[in-house]
C-alpha cells in the first residue's frame, strides 16, 4: 500500500519562511506534487517535483529527495492569504492515472 | 483562464435517492477524474476516464458509482442509491495529458445525504 504523513498544523507569522514536511511510503514512486486548498474549495496545483532538488516558483519552492523519501513545500514572506490547508500529493508508475494525496497540513498565518 | 465548472454546487438528497453530479472540464483536457473530500479528511480518488473509458478506479468506486462522458463538453458522476456515508464534497478534475502532476479542480458539489 501506500501511506503519506504530514504535519496536521503547521502556525506561522507574517513575513516567515515556512516549511511544510510531506514523507511518503510507496512502491514505484514517480513524482510529487502539491496543492493548496482554502476552506474546502479547489484544491489549486502549486508545485511538481519528480527529480531531486529544489523547484522555485516565486514564494513557493518545492524539494525532494527520492533516497530518504521526502519531500517538502517552503513558503515564504508568508501572507495572510497564505493561511490555508496544504496537500502533498504523489504519482506510482503503473498506478494508472491517479494522483493519491495526504492527509493534509493546516497552515495558519498569523500577525 | 479556462476552468473546470461543476454544478450544482450543493445538492441535498434523501438515502436510496440516485443522484448525477455534473462536471465540464477544460476544454482540450483528455483525461478526467473524480474525487471527495469528507470534511475535514483528505481528498481521496475515485476514478479516472480517458478516451469513453475508466482508466483507474478507486475501492470507493463501486457498483453504485458510474462515470459518463454523454457529450463532448459533459462529465457526469452517478451514484445510483445513495447513502449516508455519501456525504462528501465531490470534485471533478481534468488534465491535458498524461502529466497528472497537474490537474485542474472544479469548485466542487457537496453532497448531503439525509
Known amino acids: 500500500g501506500q501511506s503519506l504523513e504530514q504535519p496536521s498544523e503547521v502556525t506561522a507569522v507574517e513575513g516567515a519562511i515556512v516549511q511544510i514536511n510531506c514523507t511518503y511510503q510507496?512502491?514505484?514512486?514517480?513524482?510529487l506534487s502539491w496543492y493548496q486548498q482554502h476552506d474546502g474549495g479547489a484544491p489549486t496545483f502549486l508545485s511538481y517535483n519528480a527529480l531531486d532538488g529544489l523547484e522555485e516558483t516565486g514564494r513557493f519552492s518545492s524539494f525532494l529527495s527520492r533516497s530518504d523519501s521526502y519531500g517538502y513545500l517552503l513558503l515564504q514572506e508568508l501572507q495572510m492569504k497564505d493561511s490555508a490547508s496544504y496537500f502533498c500529493a504523489v504519482i506510482i508508475t503503473g498506478g494508472g492515472n491517479k494522483l493519491t494525496f495526504g492527509t493534509g497540513t493546516q497552515l495558519k498565518v498569523e500577525l | 483562464e479556462p476552468e473546470v465548472t461543476q454544478t450544482p454546487s450543493h445538492q441535498v438528497t434523501q438515502m436510496g435517492q440516485e443522484v448525477i453530479l455534473r462536471c465540464v472540464p477544460i476544454?482540450?483536457?483528455?483525461?478526467f477524474y473524480w474525487y471527495r473530500q469528507i470534511l475535514g479528511q483528505k481528498v481521496e480518488f475515485l476514478v479516472s476516464?480517458?478516451?469513453?473509458?475508466?482508466?483507474?478506479k478507486s475501492e470507493i468506486f463501486d457498483d453504485q458509482f458510474s462515470v459518463e462522458r454523454p457529450d463532448g463538453s459533459n462529465f457526469t458522476l452517478k451514484i445510483r442509491s445513495t447513502k449516508l456515508e455519501d456525504s462528501a464534497m465531490y470534485f471533478c478534475?481534468?488534465?491535458?495529458?498524461?502529466?497528472?502532476?497537474?490537474?485542474?479542480f472544479g469548485s466542487g458539489t457537496q453532497l448531503s445525504v439525509l
Open positions: 476544454s482540450n483536457h483528455l483525461y
Open positions: 478534475a481534468s488534465s491535458a495529458g498524461q502529466g497528472i502532476e497537474k490537474l485542474f
Open positions: 510507496t512502491s514505484g514512486f514517480y513524482g
Open positions: 476516464f480517458y478516451n469513453n473509458e475508466i482508466s483507474e
